[in-house]
Nanobody, 124 residues
Framework: QLVESGGGLVQTGDSLRLSCAGSRRDFDVYAMAWFRQASGKEREFVSFISASGRTTYYTDSVKGRFTTSRDNDKNTMSLQMNSLKPEDTAVYYC???????????????????WGQGTQVTVSS
C-alpha cells in the first residue's frame, strides 16, 4: 500500500514537499515514480527513482525544479517541488514496481502499485 501526503494550495514560486509512504518491509526492492494528472488531461510521468536511490530521472518540464529522493529505512519516497507554476497543478500519484535493475520506467503500465493521490494546486 502506498499513501501520498503533503499536497495543498500554494502560490506561484512557492515550494511543496510530497511524501509517499510504503507499508511493505521490502520497500527497498521497489523502483518508484511520481505521476500527475491535471483536470481533463491524461496522467503523465513526473519523476523516477531506482530502488537503491542511485538513479533518478525527470520529465523535462520539472528538471531543475523538482527533486525526488527516498529513505528506505523509513519506507518513504519524497518529491521536493520548488518554483512551482500554475501548470504544476494536478493530482500527484506515487507508483512502484519491484525492480532492482536500475532501469528507468516512465510509463504507467510499467507500475503495478499506486497510491490514491494528493492534490497540488498552484495559484497564479
Amino acid at each position: 500500500q502506498l499513501v501520498e501526503s503533503g499536497g495543498g494550495l500554494v502560490q506561484t514560486g512557492d515550494s511543496l514537499r510530497l511524501s509517499c509512504a510504503g507499508s511493505r518491509r521490502d520497500f527497498d526492492v521497489y523502483a518508484m515514480a511520481w505521476f500527475r494528472q491535471a483536470s481533463g488531461k491524461e496522467r503523465e510521468f513526473v519523476s523516477f527513482i531506482s530502488a537503491s536511490g542511485r538513479t533518478t530521472y525527470y520529465t523535462d518540464s520539472v528538471k531543475g525544479r523538482f527533486t525526488t529522493s527516498r529513505d528506505n529505512d523509513k519506507n518513504t519516497m519524497s518529491l521536493q517541488m520548488n518554483s512551482l507554476k500554475p501548470e504544476d497543478t494536478a493530482v500527484y500519484y506515487c507508483a512502484a514496481v519491484a525492480d532492482l535493475s536500475g532501469t528507468v520506467y516512465t510509463q504507467e503500465y510499467e507500475y503495478n502499485r499506486w497510491g490514491q493521490g494528493t492534490q497540488v494546486t498552484v495559484s497564479s
